[in-house]
């Protein structure tokens, strides 16, 4: 049984007014004290040995090669909110660990903001751009953890751009320090403040969107010239692809980009891939991504087949539109991920027998579902049957 004891310890905002009476006596008791930098000042008055270090493989290796008795790792805040403390622990799983839990800075911003954050949603943004406005626009209050490559102005400027203008925002900088520093005003007042690199963001939107909507209405998208998915072909589309939270989607052939928006509602903590090559379609779905507030979809411009090695790794699959190369697209799909969910629209029966054959090649089970929509106009005192042309739905899967 190794003898060494580690003590994973969160110090609160600054490790002196935030820290806990406990976090403070084994810090004081520890023999050496390891952490980022700006955390180890801290506790420069202990004048203990220090590791200066927050990479989780650097402090491992010490912990497993050095003798001590007892190591304290610090981290900021709380060890269970978006800390170091998730990819450290893996690498000491055969040591004897403690974890000492800290004041995270949600619970310190929102406690000088005066807002639970019971029902809030948590969004780190450090180094990936994530999806800001999506989390915005479907919470009622969303936390950003920021000290990325985004900062608040930058994020005030992405929700303007969406139409969010308006919501409530609160910036919290250097929180627990001496220049600490609190804003509170509209996404709109803070698109050019300049703000430190430690600092966090809650968005509180009053009129947020309370339930994920599937088979939007036609007359809320902008049409243009371009052929659209109908509502109800767009639903079965969505029921089939099956996407997840987290999801990475792609729509090949995006056209006004319809199932891109529907995709994008279905996943707000993931990513759609809307490729498109008609510049008007582009233009298109660029305009109802931003009518739908939807900064998760990124539009690819060109052919699918030229642009598919670059994307990342799909969950999901919409093929709406091929170019001539439908069963290239299939083969590339499943070579990326075999696992993928990819569902083709084919509105002739060449086009439903090039997705059987491209799906049978890859060893895929099919599975086929043909649509046909039927609405309603007034005309004179009589209601009439309009007829839409049907159109098969195709989902491939390998088993």
Not at 180 to 207: H, K, P, Y
Not at 331 to 347: E, G, H, L, P, S
Not at 368 to 388: A, H, P
Request: charged share 20%.
């Amino acid at each position: 049984m190794n003898s060494k004891k580690v003590m994973v310890v969160g110090i609160g905002m600054n490790g002196s007014e935030t820290l806990t009476e406990y976090a403070k006596k084994i810090i004081e008791s520890a023999d050496i004290l390891i952490g980022a930098e700006r955390i180890l000042k801290c506790f420069e008055y202990l004048k203990k040995p220090v590791l200066s270090t927050y990479n989780s493989s650097n402090i491992s290796k010490f912990l497993h090669t050095e003798n001590f008795e007892t190591a304290a790792v610090l981290m900021s805040g709380d060890c269970g909110f978006f800390s170091g403390t998730a990819r450290l622990l893996p690498e000491i799983s055969d040591m004897d660990y403690e974890i000492v839990c800290g004041i995270s800075s949600v619970v310190y911003f929102c406690s000088k903001i005066g807002i639970s954050w019971q029902n809030m949603k948590f969004v780190s943004l450090h180094g990936m751009d994530s999806n800001i406005v999506r989390h915005a626009a479907e919470n009622e209050k969303t936390f950003f953890l920021l000290g990325g490559k985004i900062t608040a102005a930058q994020a005030c400027r992405r929700l303007c751009e969406y139409s969010m203008n308006s919501a409530e925002v609160y910036i919290g900088e250097n929180l627990g320090y001496e220049n600490e520093r609190i804003l509170c005003g509209t996404a709109e007042d803070f698109t050019e403040t300049e703000t430190a690199l430690l600092s966090v963001m809650t968005v509180v939107n009053s009129d947020c969107e309370t339930l994920k909507r599937s088979g939007i209405p036609d007359r809320e998208f902008v049409r243009g010239n371009v052929p659209m998915t109908k509502s109800e072909v767009r639903s079965v589309i969505i029921s089939k692809l099956g996407i997840s939270n987290d999801s990475v989607c792609w729509d090949i052939g995006s056209g006004t980009g319809s199932v891109s928006v529907e995709m994008a509602l279905q996943c707000g903590s993931g990513r759609v891939y809307a490729v498109e090559r008609n510049p008007e379609a582009m233009s298109l779905t660029d305009k109802n991504k931003h009518i739908f507030k939807c900064d998760n979809i990124e539009i690819i411009s060109g052919n699918a087949m030229d642009n598919i090695e670059k994307l990342p790794v799909p969950d999901s699959v919409f093929i709406g539109g091929s170019g001539g190369e439908l069963q290239q697209i299939i083969k590339m799909v499943f070579k990326k991920n075999r696992k993928a969910v990819i569902v083709v629209t084919a509105v002739s029966l060449e086009t439903l027998n090039k997705s059987l054959e491209g799906f049978r090649i890859c060893g895929a089970e099919t599975e086929i579902v043909q649509v046909s929509i039927t609405r309603t106009k007034s005309v004179s005192e009589y209601t009439m049957l309009c007829g839409e042309n049907p159109v098969f739905i195709i989902k491939g899967t390998i088993l």
